[in-house]
């Protein structure tokens, strides 16, 4: 099973680089790290999007950790008891 995750990341990760090698082979990597977006110029840059990806991506674990280990913590120390023995 883990060999399988690995492989599904591999394919991931393949079909990303070349969904985008046209991209990254007319403006290269520096698409990653700049700002511009000028249609007309043809000129653009993913920097924005990239960084909203990353600060959306924060917030939301900050809010799903905790929840989830409380959960966990719930389900196991406190429902447990009740669930195996009931009555």
């Known amino acids: 099973m883990a ?3 690995a492989m599904m990341l591999l394919i991931i990760v393949w079909q990303l680089v070349s ?3 046209s991209a990254l082979q007319k403006f290269g990597w520096k698409l990653l790290v700049r700002s511009d977006w000028g249609p007309v110029q043809e000129d ?3 920097l924005p999007f990239v960084y909203g ?3 959306s991506s924060a917030v ?3 809010i799903a950790v905790p929840l989830s280990i409380g959960t ?3 389900l196991t120390e406190l429902v447990y ?3 195996v023995k009931p009555g």
Do not use: C, K, M, Y
């Open 3 to 5: 060999l399988s995750v």
């Open 19 to 21: 969904g985008s090698s």
């Open 44 to 46: 653009f840059g993913a």
């Open 53 to 55: 990806t990353l600060v």
């Open 60 to 62: 939301e674990l900050i």
């Open 72 to 74: 966990a913590i719930f």
């Open 81 to 83: 008891n009740r669930v």
